[in-house]
């Protein structure tokens, strides 16, 4: 595997249903992003992850759960979600500290019902 | 507040008709400036990133510019195969946290 990958890339789940998504990286990264991505809307931004630290919360709802056991690992776990909640999300990597490019995995897919 | 914002929010060029597309922010110090392409269904594929005013970046057909206050891609004799989603992004000299603030992008469409 190269790059970001992710997993599932499409979900469909009910509004009562706990799953997680997941991502990992290939590129030696130690910073790592969950990503909202709503039609018509701008990328929003929702966790940040430095070195396995927590260092933003975007103000998400708690039905939103991150977990990063290390550098290269970051999961999205979800609980309760409402249809407003379905999107593309998108995880992304980068080296933390420089002016450096943030690369994207392809994405999951989520449909809530 | 960091700002982004992109026009046109879609663009038709027939093949071969080249076009530019803005990206005008506000961010309180700037750190860089990058562009992503992104096709339908795919994450966001990093294309440039420029860093001070006055900077230039070329791809194949594609080539960013930036001032002070925008950035413009210029698509020079374009083929239905860059037909894409172009996002702009910016990020500020004060977060520590890398992080990107985007615009809504620009739909292109190039029709042989």
């Known amino acids: 595997e190269t790059g970001v990958t992710q997993t599932p890339r499409h979900l469909v789940m009910g509004m009562t249903n706990k799953k997680s998504l997941k991502c990992e990286q290939h590129?030696?990264?130690?910073?790592m992003y969950w990503y909202k991505q709503s039609a018509k809307k701008p990328l929003e931004l929702m966790f940040v992850?430095?070195?396995?630290?927590?260092?933003e919360n975007n103000s998400v709802p708690s039905r939103f759960s991150p977990e990063c056991p290390n550098s290269s690992h970051l999961f999205l776990h979800l609980h309760t979600l409402q249809p407003e909640d379905s999107a593309l999300y998108l995880c992304?990597?980068?080296?933390?500290?420089?002016?450096?490019?943030?690369?994207f995995g392809p994405g999951t897919r989520l449909t809530v019902l | 507040e960091d700002q982004v914002t992109q026009s046109p929010e879609a663009l038709r060029l027939q093949e071969g008709e080249s076009s530019s597309l803005n990206c005008s922010y506000t961010v309180s110090g700037l750190r860089g400036l990058f562009w992503y392409r992104q096709d339908p269904g795919k994450g966001p594929e990093f294309l440039f990133t420029?860093?001070?005013a006055g900077e230039e970046k070329e791809k194949e057909r594609l080539k960013a510019t930036l001032t002070k206050k925008e950035s413009f891609l210029h698509i020079t004799a374009p083929k239905p195969e860059d037909s894409a989603t172009y996002l702009c992004?910016?990020?500020?000299?004060?977060?520590?946290?890398?992080?990107?603030?985007f615009g809504t992008g620009t739909r292109l469409q190039v029709f042989p």
């Open positions: 992004a910016v990020q500020g000299v004060g977060d520590n946290t890398d992080k990107l603030i």
């Open positions: 590129l030696g990264h130690n910073a």
């Open positions: 420029l860093y001070s």
């Open positions: 992304a990597s980068t080296l933390a500290g420089g002016y450096n490019e943030q690369f």
């Open positions: 992850y430095n070195f396995k630290e927590q260092t």
